[in-house]
């Protein structure tokens, strides 16, 4: 499976932003669909995942409330809608595949076999 993420910018405190992931290859091989982000200097982290079938959702709880993530099944395409934008929310943003129930917990990175390139995601004060 390839991914695609677009969508990242510049945004003041406060604003929004909308990223995309693009999927392509073996879509039937999707179990869960994630986002992760990483700041400079810092591990990446969790933030949001999606199950592909009953689109059953999860978050990270620094972005609860604020986050929302959705999929469109016949586009292939993973959204992360981000709304009340802080400067702790820059970072790079990455897509990801996780094949399988049996991968592990959708919350840890090395259950995810396939990343996207990332998005850079810079939110000003």
């Known amino acids: 499976v390839q991914l695609q993420a677009s969508g990242g910018g510049l945004v003041q405190a406060g604003g929004s932003l909308r990223l995309s992931c693009v999927a392509s290859g073996s879509i039937f091989s999707i179990n869960t669909m994630g986002w992760f982000r990483q700041a400079p200097g810092k591990e990446r982290e969790f933030v949001a995942a999606?199950?592909?079938?009953?689109?059953?959702?999860y978050y990270a709880d620094s972005v609860t409330g604020r986050f929302t993530i959705s999929r469109d099944n016949a586009k292939n395409t993973v959204y992360l809608q981000m709304n009340s934008l802080k400067p702790e929310d820059t970072a790079v943003y990455y897509c990801a595949r996780r094949p399988s129930d049996y991968s592990g917990s959708l919350y840890i990175r090395g259950s995810y076999s396939d990343w996207g390139q990332g998005t850079l995601v810079t939110v000003s004060s």
């Open positions: 999606i199950t592909w079938r009953a689109g059953r959702t």
